[in-house]
């Protein structure tokens, strides 16, 4: 009795010494702030959760957006047993041990378990294929949380046995609701502009948003204050951004993306946001001329000039300076015209040389100057253009089947009608060169 007495009060003096993210953790659905589409009345999770029907189940998502607290609510409601394991600490034998336990439990009271791993991306491969029979024969049932996308980082076998889940950033809007509880958790008041800046700036994350808040509620204590914008920017310090290795590809993606569609705002927003997350400045110079080529071409050849000076720039003076010659280079390549003709060009020539295309040279276009070239009819009937008033001449320069392959779909390289590729295309009408070459008569 007495030890139940002691525990009991040890475990009250703990909660009362948690910090304000645990301590406001929810313990029921209903106290669950955003993630609706997964936690609304009704939806698929929450009526599996409230029948005790859960199957196991992976959720993936950002810091902070609540999967530890969702694998916490279904604890607090099943009325299977809970165990709870963390990827960074245990071991395939803390693995078999509650696989052990589980099967005992079920064997000997028919009671299901359910085993929670945090940061499940960390097990090795070893440790996850040991969970996979237990997963398979219904032995256990598996909730995993992740940061890191399910499919790089979990074995296909257990990912497919699995139900996935994905959780999104909180709202502002989730934040505040979920910063106001916090402050009544303190028993504090806050100006709202101090309230509406955590909440702009936690970045989604309910944990980073509660902490901050923890901490400016201690600065404002010292003097008997409310929680003031000063307060709450002492306690961030400097604007933390969410940029794990799946955000970094995302914000990649819209980066190009928004310079492809011709849209310099959303090109400087992500160029912003690439900056301000300590992303590799030199990958970002690279993407840019890699898009110069890919995305606008000869459409606006000067398009790769201002790509490779923006490089070139940033190797010259470092950043924080260079962030004004990259951004001068996205918003000359947002605004340039488009094309992809060359790059279709190029790849459309690799695939027929991948497909087997004859790649022997036409004799007339051989290496004619050696010795003894002529004898093997290198180089005669070569035609040499600057001879022709015209500047150009009629020659076949391609092997017999890669014109064939040519006719049957279409040039490599079809100027696009956008900027300057429309004269480059009304230069290749051979009427038009016999046109231009009469007026120069």
């Given at each position: 009795m007495k030890d139940d007495l002691f525990s009991s009060a040890a475990e009250q003096q703990l909660r009362a010494q948690a910090p304000l993210a645990a301590r406001m953790r929810p313990r029921s659905l209903d106290e669950v702030v955003g993630q609706t589409h997964l936690v609304a009345k009704g939806s698929p999770l929450r009526t599996l959760i409230e029948a005790d029907k859960i199957s196991s189940i992976i959720f993936w998502g950002p810091p902070g957006t609540g999967k530890t607290t969702l694998a916490e609510v279904i604890a607090l409601t099943t009325q299977r047993s809970f165990e709870r394991l963390?990827?960074?600490s245990a071991g395939v034998k803390d693995v078999r041990e509650v696989i052990e336990r589980a099967t005992d439990r079920l064997g000997q009271f028919g009671r299901g378990t359910i085993v929670f791993i945090d940061e499940i991306h960390r097990f090795s491969t070893s440790q996850q294929d040991a969970l996979l029979p237990s997963v398979e024969n219904g032995v256990i049932t598996l909730i995993g949380a992740t940061t890191e996308n399910p499919y790089f980082e979990i074995n296909s076998p257990l990912r497919s046995r699995s139900t996935l889940f994905r959780l999104e950033p909180l709202l502002v809007s989730d934040i505040t609701t979920l910063l106001e509880r916090g402050l009544i958790a303190e028993g504090l008041q806050a100006q709202a502009q101090a309230i509406e800046?955590?909440?702009?700036?936690?970045?989604?994350?309910?944990?980073?948003?509660?902490?901050?808040?923890?901490?400016?509620?201690?600065?404002?204590?010292?003097?008997?204050?409310?929680?003031?914008?000063?307060?709450?920017?002492?306690?961030?310090?400097v604007s933390a951004l969410r940029y794990g290795r799946d955000d970094h590809y995302d914000v990649v993606s819209a980066f190009i993306k928004g310079i492809r569609g011709s849209d310099p705002q959303a090109g400087l927003f992500w160029l912003a946001r690439m900056?301000?997350?300590?992303?590799?400045?030199?990958?970002?110079?690279?993407?840019?001329?890699i898009l110069a080529s890919e995305d606008i071409g000869m459409a606006d050849p000067n398009a790769l000039v201002v790509a490779v000076a923006a490089a070139t720039a940033l190797e010259h003076v470092g950043l924080p300076e260079a962030q004004l010659n990259l951004a001068q280079a996205v918003v000359y390549l947002a605004t340039a015209p488009k094309s992809n003709r060359v790059a279709l060009a190029i790849w459309s020539a690799r695939e027929d040389i991948r497909k087997g295309v004859?790649?022997?040279v036409p004799a007339h276009l051989r290496d004619g100057h050696y010795q003894a070239a002529k004898e093997f009819g290198h180089g005669q009937g070569y035609v040499y253009p600057h001879d022709d008033p015209r500047g150009w001449v009629s020659q076949q320069y391609l092997p017999d089947e890669a014109i064939g392959s040519i006719s049957r779909q279409t040039e490599y390289y079809k100027p696009s009608a956008h900027g300057l590729e429309q004269g480059i295309s009304d230069r290749l009408k051979p009427e038009a060169t016999t046109e231009s070459s009469e007026k120069d008569k």
């Open positions: 963390s990827a960074v800046a955590l909440a702009t700036r936690s970045g989604g994350d309910a944990r980073q948003a509660l902490t901050s808040l923890e901490v400016a509620c201690a600065l404002a204590q010292e003097n008997h204050e409310i929680v003031s914008l000063e307060h709450v920017n002492a306690a961030l310090g900056l301000e997350s300590g992303d590799d400045a030199k990958f970002i110079a690279r993407r840019l001329v004859n790649t022997e």
